[in-house]
Nanobody, 123 residues
Framework: QVQLVESGGGLVQAGGSLRLSCVAS????????MGWFRQAPGKEREFVAA????????YYADSVKGRFTISRDNTKNTVYLQMNSLKPEDTAVYYC????????????????WGQGTQVTVSS
């Protein structure tokens, strides 16, 4: 069983920055791609960013490209999401997840999820 624990959410003004962290349990973290998703009230969960296991290739939703950066530290079993130039529409609960293979942008291709961390951006 893998546990993912997110942290770093909070309230920030538009234009500000936050860095989310997600720590994974176990010894297999480095073998898996990881992703970040978000879900706003009344909306479906949507893909934000993903990073591969070895090469560290990154993928982003168009809505966050150029503003968000995903990274990982395999020595710390941690994946990060640096969020800059935040907008009110970025307000959501942010989840990290472990990829089980397949397209990074589909939530169904992830097998373990964290509990989420709230990000609120005020205008």
């Amino acid at each position: 069983q893998v546990q993912l624990v997110e942290s770093g959410g909070g309230l920030v003004q538009a234009g500000g920055s936050l860095r989310l962290s997600c720590v994974a349990s176990g010894r297999t973290f480095m073998r898996y791609a990881m992703g970040w998703f978000r879900q706003a009230p009344g909306k479906e969960r949507e893909f934000v960013a993903a990073i591969t296991s070895t090469s560290g290739s990154t993928y982003y939703a168009d809505s966050v490209k150029g503003r968000f950066t995903i990274s990982r530290d395999n020595t710390k079993n941690t994946v990060y999401l640096q969020m800059n130039s935040l907008k009110p529409e970025d307000t959501a609960v942010y989840y990290c997840a472990r990829s089980s293979g397949g397209s990074f942008s589909y939530a169904r291709t992830y097998d373990y999820w964290g509990q989420g961390t709230q990000v609120t951006v005020s205008s």
